[in-house]
């Protein structure tokens, strides 16, 4: 059982930055899938970054080039840096892991608020 704390949401001016963290409860960058997701009021939850193993990630065009995502194993944490922030990227953002040998295995943070508006 894999259990993930998303912190470091807030309010944040457009062209603003903001570090998202997701702390899970065991070594699992290995093993798992490791994205952020986000949704927003009136869409459906959407994939804005992925990683395997610290690498072969992939991210929604809508934030390419601005985001990013990143671990630290040894701290079992996942980061997503967002800079250049637009208002569209107001939403709730959420971890999620899920076992690359068997995906019937995921797991979601309990998501944290990212709101960019002047």
């Known amino acids: 059982q894999v259990q993930l704390v998303e912190s470091g949401g807030g309010l944040v001016q457009p062209g603003g930055s903001l570090r998202l963290s997701c702390a899970a409860s065991?070594?699992?960058?290995?093993?798992?899938?490791m994205g952020w997701y986000r949704q927003s009021p009136g869409k459906q939850r959407e994939l804005v970054a992925s990683?395997?193993?610290?690498?072969?990630?992939n991210y929604a065009d809508s934030v390419k080039g601005r985001f990013t995502i990143s671990g630290d194993n040894a701290k079992n944490t996942v980061y997503l840096q967002m800079n250049s922030l637009k208002p569209e990227d107001t939403a709730v953002y959420y971890c999620?892991?899920?076992?690359?040998?068997?995906?019937?295995?995921?797991?979601w943070g309990q998501g944290t608020q990212v709101t960019v508006s002047s």
């Open positions: 065991g070594s699992i960058f290995r093993t798992y899938v």
């Open positions: 999620n892991a899920v076992k690359a040998a068997d995906m019937r295995y995921t797991y």
């Open positions: 990683s395997f193993s610290g690498g072969n990630t």
